[in-house]
């Protein structure tokens, strides 16, 4: 199988991607993340995910940064259940859409990996695209191993951030102490 798998950051992508390769799948990574904030935090992803890369020889696609992008997808901001979903939305669409115009036979997402985000939503999110796109989604929950993949991306000397990466989560690690 070769399976597109879209990318949040390094540590995420450590454990999955080569789980994946030992099972025999061929992945190729996507690093497209418009709803990083700022424009700093991303590059620092970016080169995290670049470097583990060159390390471990994943090929990687990186997708053009446009903030404007989030903004758009996510509209009305207040609601941060709604706004999480159009992220997604619009980074799995993404993600989806690459894959079946290119030539993988399925997509995924290192989001599986996250015990902070919302696995199910995500979940739900991914088999609608697979019908709208016609293209085969491949799930596998990788939550189980999500310290080992921050292990080993420290192991490796990548980035560490500490918040999903978007203004507003950045935001809520602070709201209480302003």
């Not at 999955?16 to 690093?31: C, D, E, Q, R, Y």
């Not at 935090?41 to 970016?46: A, D, G, I, T, V």
């Not at 191993?145 to 507003?168: P, T």
């Amino acid at each position: 199988m070769n399976l597109l798998l879209h990318t949040c950051c390094a540590p995420c992508l450590a454990y999955p991607s080569l789980a994946l390769k030992a099972k025999g799948i061929k992945v190729t990574s996507l690093f497209y993340n418009p709803n990083i904030h700022p424009v700093s935090e991303y590059m620092l992803r970016r080169e995290s995910v670049e470097r583990y890369s060159k390390k471990t020889g994943l090929d990687v696609i990186y997708e053009k940064y446009d903030i404007e992008d989030f903004f758009k997808a996510i509209g009305n901001f207040r609601d941060s259940g709604e706004r999480c979903n159009k992220c997604w939305r619009l980074r799995l669409e993404k993600t989806a859409r690459y894959a079946k115009e290119n030539g993988f036979g399925a997509f995924t997402t290192t989001l599986f990996i996250s015990p902070y985000q919302d696995y199910d939503a995500i979940k739900d999110l991914c088999v609608e695209l697979s019908g709208e796109n016609d293209i085969e989604f491949y799930h596998e929950d990788f939550r189980p191993f999500f310290s080992e993949s921050k292990r080993k991306a420290r192991e490796m000397g990548l980035y560490m951030q500490n918040y999903c990466g978007c203004i507003f989560s950045d935001f809520a690690k602070y709201k209480g102490k302003l």
